[in-house]
């Protein structure tokens, strides 16, 4: 298919409009604060400047609420849309997603058991991310030591393994929630499972912004190798790519970035997989423009989405994932009719 | 550049499925690998690009033992079209060619403009140029087994290995195919199954039944009615082709033993 944008001007432009959106997702919400404060608390938070005793709670709102969360949403849209590419190519199959390798609901189980038990309760605040993270970890040892054979992970075998996996904890999940007290913590589990970034602040931006970044970089430096791949194993072996190596590393690439991404943000649906495909339409196959320009697509994305999530039915929050699904469903059957885009050899 | 393999034996998990081959490719050559389906062309083909690795045996070029190589200094000697279904991945003719550059590059393997200027000098190589922008999946077999040729001439490599490259061809492609590969320059080993083909095309002909070499040789001298009947199972005539002399051949069915 012929690429109809041009990349460089695509992703420019795409930086620009993540910016702008940085600075909507900080200045709109339910406490009306006016556009001159934001960007005047967004200073004195940035530059260390000085505000106001009267002006404390405002500023808070902004500089330790909004901002944090913004960012976080950019973090982990742009993480979900870099490994949905990543896994896509590690299974060569349209409908993978960041979930299809077994990893967030693996991350599920511990975030429940903190969530509905209380377990890790000594790490107070931190507890709900590391029992995320530490139980994604877990689960990508478990799906890999079931997926491998004497000749590396197999496209399909990880598949099974991981949809298996999901299966089995998804029950474990399943059954904390019925047998822990009702009310509100089930409703946070249930909320959790569909992805919400309730819960960010200064804290969780760091740690999921460093292995997303550590991920992209990866990504982008094998881009070429990833295209090979996509050509199949026997062509990149012929053009120098080992490619059950290269598998194996874009395995634990992914598992540990949706592990930190997960830990996060919860299960949020859809962006990891249809971004991706989204990215191609605009600008082709090759992984060095989709790894260029997914990951400021999916930012955009979650930001806008975040924002809907907390002011729609403010003060309730909806799931994130109700949301992506919303704006996201239609976008993308518009996309898929007007251009003719081919993935999975169909039409 | 010369291809020699030598006692290679190759095993597929666990099972030996080429046993101790031995044969010389001489620079610029054209050699044929034919036989039965199952009979180990393909394994003994993958294990020569590297997607498999020798169970016994070696293969060198010029003397440099393949598999000691690092797989991105193989592939800047030798490159392949595998016999692959294909991919899901919806790239353009172009970037498809820009793929031979990958064992040259460093990094993110981003193209120069000296790759750019090499890919488009091969798309025309192979009368491709004007499919540069389109959709590989969408080409007929004929154009894609052009674009993967160009990827292969894009790689600058000295050897050539090819599985059945003219399959799901129709005969015309099949001869522009052959064509281009000869016209390449290149030492080539293909495994090809029409051996009217093969004989009119191959400087020589290896033979390969249940995993061995069972015959080598010039194509006249190869593809007898005995060998033809006991490898093949079928009966064959051979004849002349009027114009060139090549052998060519007719076929039977065996007669009920």
Known sequence: MARPVRTLPLAVALAAVLAGSLLCGTALGAAGIGWPQVLRYLGAGLTGGTIRPDEVAAYTIVWELRFPRAVLAAVVGAGLSAIGVAVQALVRNALADPFVLGISSGAA????????????????????????????????????????????????????????????????????????????????????????????????????????????????????????????????????????????????????????????????????????????????????????????????????????????????????????AVIGVPCFVLLMRRRRYTFGGGA | MRLDISGLSVAVAGQRLVHDVTLTAGSGRLIGLVGPNGSGKSTLLRCVYRALRPAAGTVHLDGTDLHALTAREAARLLAALPQEAGTDFDFTAAEVVAMGRLPHQRGSGRPSAADRALCDRALARVGAAHLAERGFLRLSGGEKQRVLIARALAQEPQVLVLDEPTNHLDIAQQLDVLALVRDSGLTVLAALHDLNLAAVHCDELHVIADGRIVASGPPHDVLTAELLAEVFGVRAHRVRHPETGAVQLLFDRLPAA
Do not use: K
């Open chain 1, 109 to 324: 189980v511990g975030a429940n058991a903190v969530l509905l038990f209380g377990t890790l309760a000594a790490l107070g605040v931190w507890a709900l991310s590391v029992a995320a993270f530490a139980s994604a970890l877990l689960a990508m040892v478990l799906v890999y030591a079931a997926a491998r054979t004497a000749h590396g992970l197999t496209p399909m075998r990880l598949v099974l393994t991981g949809t298996a996996m999901y299966y089995g904890f998804s029950a474990i999940t399943t059954l904390m929630v019925f047998t822990a007290d009702r009310g509100e913590s089930a409703r946070s589990a249930m909320m959790w499972l569909l992805g919400s970034l309730s819960g960010a602040g200064w804290g969780s931006v760091p740690i999921a912004g460093l292995a997303v970044a550590a991920a992209l970089t990866h990504l982008l430096l094998s881009a070429g190798r990833l295209n090979a791949l996509a050509m199949g194993d026997e062509t990149a072996a012929a053009l120098g790519v080992d490619p059950e190596r290269l598998r194996r590393e874009l395995f634990v690439v992914a598992a540990a970035a949706t592990g930190a991404v997960v830990a996060v943000s919860g299960a949020i649906g859809f962006v990891g997989l249809m971004v991706p495909h989204a990215t191609r339409m605009l600008v082709g196959a090759d992984h060095r423009r989709v790894l260029a320009v997914a990951p400021l697509l999916g930012a955009v994305l979650l930001v806008w989405v975040d924002l809907l999530s907390r002011v729609l039915m403010a003060p309730v929050e909806l799931p994130v994932g109700v949301i992506t």
